[in-house]
């Protein structure tokens, strides 16, 4: 039996119900009762008369299509199966919503990449997908918020569609403002996952709050949606994005050319970005520049690693009407095979009778 289980194994094959083998046993022994049993001898007077080797010759393939019948209907029983393993590899992975301001102040180009003047979209765009391509374990959202906020991409593995999506976003879609509280009140309901609650907490998720300004619109107040996050334990990663002071603020004609730059002052309330990360259990990112950015999100990446235990099953393939179909195919012809030669002896006993008659 351990030798059957090595031949299975390296087939990928394997027997549901092996015990059903052990019948197979039987055949031998039902077979050398079957020898030993008398049967009677019709003498036939002038048999010699009419006697036909080619209509009384025995033939034992009714005999064998049985035996090889049932051991295969046996094997059947036994329920072979092909085996595909289907194995998890340990992964690390969060449910992650990315919040995003979209206020107009984020076309301040106060960014520089290679020479080039950059907005502040403009730079933390690439870092953003760069964050996604390094988890791609993660279920990633986006939320974006200027005076009202709204779902771009909820909770999904299908990262090539969120970069689609990422690449999609634009300053001044909707009314202008910076209605933080409602875009982390619109990313917490992102996180409603029922499965992954344990007594009201949420377990493996956070958020990445972007923003370079101060509320001053919304439903809510920062600090309220930082209580409900505090109180399910999604910690809040706060950056704050633009520089200090004045900074170049682009000024466009009716058609949408840029025509020159007046310089504004920044308005960022760090302050609040602070308490947000404190109140949560997160942490709290300064982006001056390109590379704060890509610090901030980096530092982001290597402070929340979970590891979840991974599943393995099995994929199985029933063999079963390969063994019982041809099986049972053979008994029913060997029980016609017995039938005609039965009718076959009958027809000669009759025939001898009227021979002696």
């Known amino acids: 039996m351990a030798n059957l289980s090595t031949i299975l194994a390296v087939a990928h094959l394997r027997l549901q119900n092996p015990l059903w083998l052990f019948a197979l046993l039987g055949i031998p022994l039902i077979l050398w009762l079957r020898s030993r049993t008398k049967v009677p001898v019709l003498l036939i007077p002038y048999a010699s008369a009419w006697h036909r080797p080619s209509l009384l010759a025995p033939s034992r393939w009714p005999l064998f299509a049985a035996v090889l019948g049932i051991s295969l209907v046996i094997v059947g029983l036994a329920r072979p199966q092909r085996v595909e393993e289907k194995q998890q590899s340990l992964s690390r992975g969060y449910d992650i919503v990315l919040c995003i301001d979209l206020s107009t102040s984020m076309l301040t180009e ?13 730079a933390i765009k690439p870092v953003i997908q760069a ?9 990633i959202g986006i939320v974006l918020f200027e005076s009202r906020a709204y779902t771009l991409a909820p909770l999904t593995t299908d990262h090539d569609w969120l970069a689609r999506q990422l690449s999609r976003i634009k300053i001044g879609i909707i009314q202008d403002g910076t209605a933080i509280g409602d875009g982390l009140g619109v990313a917490l309901t992102r996180l409603d996952q029922a499965s992954r609650d344990n007594g ?37 990663y706060t950056i704050g994005a633009g520089q200090d002071g004045y900074a170049p603020y682009p000024v466009f004609d009716d058609k949408g050319n840029k025509v020159g730059y007046r310089r504004i002052l920044a308005d960022l309330d760090e302050g609040a970005l602070k308490d947000i990360a404190n109140k949560t259990g997160g942490k709290f990112f300064r982006a001056v520049d390109s590379n704060t950015i890509e610090s901030a999100f980096d530092s982001i990446d290597k402070a929340q690693k979970i590891e979840f235990k991974a599943k393995s099953y099995l994929l199985t393939k029933e063999l079963f009407h390969w063994m019982a179909i041809p099986g049972i195919s053979l008994i029913a012809l060997a029980a016609f095979g017995t039938s005609n030669r039965k009718q076959k002896r009958k027809s000669i006993t009759t025939l001898s009778e009227g021979v002696r008659s």
Do not use: H, W
């Open 200 to 236: 009201g907490k949420r377990l493996g998720a956070f958020i990445v709050l972007l923003t370079d300004g101060s509320n001053n619109c919304g439903a809510i107040t920062p600090m309220q949606s930082a209580s409900i996050a505090a109180a399910r334990s999604i910690p809040i």
């Open 110 to 122: 106060d960014y520089e990449r290679n020479g080039q003047r950059l907005n502040r979209l403009q």
């Open 131 to 139: 964050f996604i391509e390094q988890r791609p374990t993660d279920r």
